[in-house]
Antibody, heavy 120, light 107 residues
């Protein structure tokens, strides 16, 4: 059974760095074809893709946010970490992690999401 | 990067058929997937590889593509299908892109 769970601070101040952790089970990120991605959704808005890391440690970032994002994995802990620097109130959103199979390119399992509010 | 365009809202009478569309140049090259999101819940994958259905998704959900437009069709819409639907694909620079979402109302 595949599960993913996001964790991180609920409140962050502007200009600070946000660190989110995705802890997953039911698959290994060292298995060929496995990927984990981060997606966010501002209140009342559409989904926005942020970053992706694959089994081979290749990393991909949203063109519009890549200067602020870093994604990494700890295969032994079954975790993927996303850091976002210099946060702004516009970064207030629910942040989801999801699994993607390279063969389909689709996000087949999602965490429940974690709401992050950026406010002073 | 490329964009995917969806109608903001669509309605369908209970038991009827509805088509939700997603338009974008990247769809000429890359496959589409579709996600259903109900209020307060995480999205759920309902179609991948343009026209394939994950296990557990009812067969009233189907997908197709013509040129630069992907479509999600719900045949015999039920009250429980009322949700936001998002299309997703990728572009040539490896960005993963979502459409703006379509709010489906079942009347």
């Amino acid at each position: 059974q595949v599960t993913l769970r996001e964790s991180g601070p609920a409140l962050v101040k502007p200009t600070q760095t946000l660190t989110l952790t995705c802890t997953f089970s039911g698959f290994s990120l060292s298995t060929s074809g496995m990927c984990v991605t981060w997606i966010r959704q501002s209140p009342g808005k559409a989904l926005e893709w942020l970053a992706l890391i694959d089994w081979d440690d290749d990393k991909y970032y949203s063109t519009s946010l890549k200067t602020r994002l870093t994604i990494s994995k700890d295969t032994s802990k079954n975790q993927v970490v996303l850091t976002m620097t210099n946060v702004d109130p516009e970064d207030t959103a629910t942040y989801y992690c999801a699994r993607m199979l390279a063969t389909t390119g689709a996000f087949d399992y999602w965490g429940q999401g974690t709401l992050v509010t950026v406010s002073s | 990067s490329s964009q995917l365009t969806q109608d903001p809202a669509v309605s369908v009478a209970l038991g009827q058929t509805v088509r939700i569309t997603c338009q974008g140049d990247s769809l000429r090259t890359y496959s589409a997937s579709w996600y259903q999101q109900k209020p307060g819940q995480a999205p759920v994958l309902v179609i991948y590889d343009t026209d394939r259905r994950p296990s557990g998704i009812p067969d009233r959900f189907s997908g197709s593509r013509s040129r630069n437009t992907a479509s999600l069709t719900i045949t015999g819409a039920q009250a429980g299908d009322e949700a936001d639907y998002y299309c997703h694909s990728r572009d040539i620079s490896n960005d993963r892109i979502f459409g703006g979402g379509t709010k489906l109302t079942v009347l």
